[in-house]
């Protein structure tokens, strides 16, 4: 290319008459939305054994739980079937990271996480209750519990561990590496109570009796729950999961779909305990 050439490729550039170098390619790039539609699924993690947000059914393999029925309205917006991947509550944010899976339902948005994943708005809001057969424990505040002679069982690494590590530091604090421990513990008489969330407690409650009780100390401690998306994905992608988050929270449909997710249980509106509200 001789200096003519240069000067005036230099100057059509400088006009806008030239396209930038990777602009093509750009124009090209195919949104996340479009990736998913060709696909013709949407992918996210399931997790054994979560009732009332997850479970598989052995004999038939379908999935159900609110945070399916959640998962199933996105994909039907986007017009797209949906696929569930086996996971668990830690793995289903590795799969969104990893892009094995969309996005990931029921998280909560523990600061940490999100150095790996981005997070939408919320879709609900859960609060950090203690499960016990002691009614002595109902109407006590966090600061009241906070003392050594009450002890409580929490599986390790939780959201609800972290509760304990910051509102009752000199409770005696059993930690298991699962919530099934946990909940041996308190019904063998080795722990007053188990630190869990709302949801997960109303259900773990009705499975095992002896565990008692649902009670939500003051203040009530509400954690938003939150969708998990990949970073890489597109704003338009990003925008679209916080604005079906938002939408369906604050018209009543998340608070159903949760409600439906209780009801294989014998749970209502009605058994949900004092302090809990869905929307924080």
């Known amino acids: 290319m001789n200096g003519l050439t240069k000067f005036l490729c230099a100057a059509a550039l400088a006009l806008g008459l030239l396209p930038l170098a990777g602009s093509a390619s750009a124009a090209d790039a195919k949104s996340t939305v479009d990736t998913i539609r060709e696909r013709g699924v949407l992918r996210v993690p399931g997790i054994l054994n979560e009732d009332p947000y997850f479970n598989k059914d052995p004999r038939t393999g379908e999935w159900r739980g609110f ?22 509550w830690a793995n289903s944010i590795l799969d969104v990271q990893s892009g094995k899976a969309d996005i990931a339902f029921a998280l909560t948005a523990v600061p940490t996480r999100a150095l790996s994943i981005a997070f939408s708005a919320p879709t609900y809001y859960n609060s950090f209750v203690i499960v016990s057969p002691d009614a002595a424990l109902s109407g006590l ?52 109570g188990l630190v869990s969330t709302a949801l997960n407690g109303m259900v773990i409650a009705k499975k095992t009796t002896a565990l008692g009780k649902v009670y939500v100390p003051g203040p009530v401690l509400s954690s938003p729950s939150v969708i998990g998306i990949n970073y890489a994905a597109d704003e338009q992608f990003k925008s679209f999961i916080s604005a079906w988050a938002e939408y369906n929270r604050r018209v009543g449909n998340n608070q159903t779909w949760i409600v439906k997710g209780l009801e294989p249980f014998g749970i209502t509106l009605d058994d949900l305990p004092a302090g809990f509200d869905f929307g924080g």
């Open 141 to 192: 505040k966090w600061a009241e519990l906070n003392d050594p002679k009450y002890s409580f069982a929490v599986d390790l690494g939780s959201s609800q561990d972290l509760i304990t590590q910051q509102y009752l530091p000199k409770a005696n604090i059993l930690r298991f590496k699962t919530r099934d421990e946990a909940i041996v513990a308190v019904a063998t008489g080795k722990a007053q």
């Open 67 to 88: 945070a399916i029925e959640m998962a199933r309205d996105v994909a039907k917006t986007l017009g797209v079937k949906l696929e569930v991947v086996e996971s668990s």
